[in-house]
């Protein structure tokens, strides 16, 4: 075991750059060395060439309705895990790291989805999220994360979503459904464009852009406790 200099690939889960682009929201807070692969294309990292972090990105798909790409990536994320790689998913990525943890009974459609800034109740002191408390964040999602086993930790909920966090005990590898990395301005943007797309699930998008939006900077302190060099292999 030795501790390696921190490289990060971040897998991007989304469809469409021209409506949501993870790159340009986790650009700002990511100040160490890193590559993107765009999994749509099954454009995956070689988890030899020294990756010690992988990051998972939301996407506008829905882990209930899987393509190939997504069984490609979790073969990924699988040999991440073995390999010792830190790992956090967010919002799908949240989703898939379940997934490829536990399989399909892990995840499914919300019976209330959260869009729009939302306070989520940190249950436990933890390494990634910090004390107990409450924190808001920008949300955005259909599906989510159940059934965890004991090998988990609940680390954070809110009133719609029983699992808003997780972390697989003793390793370093955490879900977070909240979009953190997502700042006030650019949720508006992203808000507006969700609508224009007349979706069926316009009214959420247009009442989310109503509402007071609320931050709690939580990005910054996810970063920097993800982002410690750690020993692997």
């Not at 994320?77 to 898939?96: F, M, N, R, T, W």
């Not at 086993?149 to 680390?155: K, T, Y």
Request: aromatic content about 10%.
């Amino acid at each position: 075991m030795r501790e390696k200099e921190v490289k990060v690939a971040l897998i991007d889960n989304s469809i469409d750059t021209s409506i949501y682009n993870p790159q340009e929201h986790w650009k700002p807070y990511l100040r160490v060395e890193w590559d993107s692969f765009k999994a749509t294309k099954s454009h995956f990292p070689d988890l030899n060439r020294d990756y010690t972090h992988l990051i998972l990105t939301g996407s506008e798909a829905s882990i209930i309705e899987r393509e190939n790409w997504v069984y490609e990536e979790i073969e990924v994320v699988q040999d991440a895990v073995e390999k010792g790689l830190s790992i956090l998913g967010s919002c799908y990525g949240h989703q898939l790291l379940a997934f490829a943890l536990l399989g399909s009974a892990s995840v499914q459609r919300c019976a209330q989805p959260e869009v729009g800034w939302i306070p989520v109740q940190i249950k436990v002191e933890n390494e990634l999220l910090g004390k107990k408390r409450s924190a808001f964040s920008f949300s955005s999602h259909f599906d989510e994360v159940v059934n965890l086993s004991d090998a988990f930790l609940v680390l954070a909920s809110s009133k719609d979503c029983q699992i808003q966090a997780f972390q697989l005990k003793k390793r370093p590898i955490w879900g977070i459904q909240i979009h953190p990395e997502i700042n006030i301005s650019n949720a508006q943007i992203l808000l507006k464009k969700f609508i224009s797309l007349n979706l069926e699930t316009k009214p959420f998008f247009e009442k989310a852009l109503k509402s007071v939006p609320k931050g709690s900077g939580l990005i910054r302190r996810i970063v920097k406790s993800f982002l410690v060099p750690r020993e692997i292999e």
